[in-house]
């Protein structure tokens, strides 16, 4: 398979806490991106990070991404309980392949 | 602007029928994706096509076939339906030609379909 690592599988966490998920790949990239999505709902796009950046904000979202390593993270800070949701990672090739792993799935107990 | 449209919402299949799945996007997108999403196993990639007229595979193209005949819409089909297609199918699009090639994603609905 191509599709790569998201860990952890699950988070429950409170709320104001930080949330952090990481998403391994094994092939190159031309960018990665993150997605939420809500429980039986379509996926929404939440920050994209090109392969030459190294770190990219976005309200209360940080994405980092070391491609040495071929791992990007996730991390939510403050979180609120509206936050519950699925986050996907997917990784965007130079051929237009757009691959996601599998999630994860985060609890924010008010 | 109605993004991307997914049609039909919801399908029941006998198991041998056949049947067409609708993506159309009114975003002038150049690249346009049908995934698959089954529990635990996240989304995965089924066919792509990277502009009208072509198409190519993805991570679990086998059962199904894709049409791109006209920019805006992407059909997915299932000839001869099976249980193991049971799933909830989602449709995406991205990069409009006049901008950057780096670009999110937007997703449909979703169409939940199920073979028995």
């Known amino acids: 398979s191509q599709q790569g690592e998201e860990d952890p599988q699950a988070l429950s966490i409170q709320e104001g806490e930080n949330a952090t998920m990481n998403c391994s790949y094994k092939?190159?990239?031309?960018?990665l991106q993150w997605y939420r999505q809500n429980s039986g709902r379509g996926l929404v796009h939440l920050i994209l990070?090109?392969?030459?950046?190294r770190e990219k904000h976005s309200g209360r979202l940080r994405v980092t991404l070391d491609t040495s390593k071929k791992s990007s993270s996730l991390l939510i800070t403050a979180s609120r309980a509206a936050d519950t949701a699925s986050y996907f990672c997917?990784?965007?090739?130079?051929?237009?392949?757009?691959?996601f792993g599998q999630g994860t799935t985060l609890q924010v107990k008010p | 602007n109605a993004g991307v449209t997914q049609t039909p919402k919801f399908r029941v299949l006998k198991t041998g029928q056949s049947m067409t799945l609708l993506c159309a996007q009114d975003?002038?997108?150049?690249?346009m994706y049908w995934y698959r999403q089954d529990p635990g196993m996240g989304l995965r990639l089924i066919h792509y096509?990277?502009?009208?007229?072509?198409?190519a595979k993805g991570e679990v193209p086998d059962g199904y076939n894709v049409s791109r005949l006209k920019k805006q819409n992407f059909l997915l089909g299932l000839e001869s339906a099976a249980p193991s297609q049971t799933s909830v199918y989602f449709c995406?699009?991205?990069?409009?030609?006049?901008?950057?090639?780096?670009?999110?994603?937007?997703f449909g609905q979703g169409t939940r379909l199920t073979v028995v």
């Open positions: 995406a699009s991205s990069y409009s030609s006049f901008g950057q090639r780096d670009k999110e994603a937007f």
């Open positions: 092939t190159s990239i031309n960018n």
């Open positions: 990070i090109r392969s030459n950046e």
């Open positions: 997917a990784r965007g090739g130079n051929t237009g392949k757009l691959i």
């Open positions: 975003m002038n997108h150049e690249y």
């Open positions: 096509s990277v502009g009208e007229g072509t198409t």
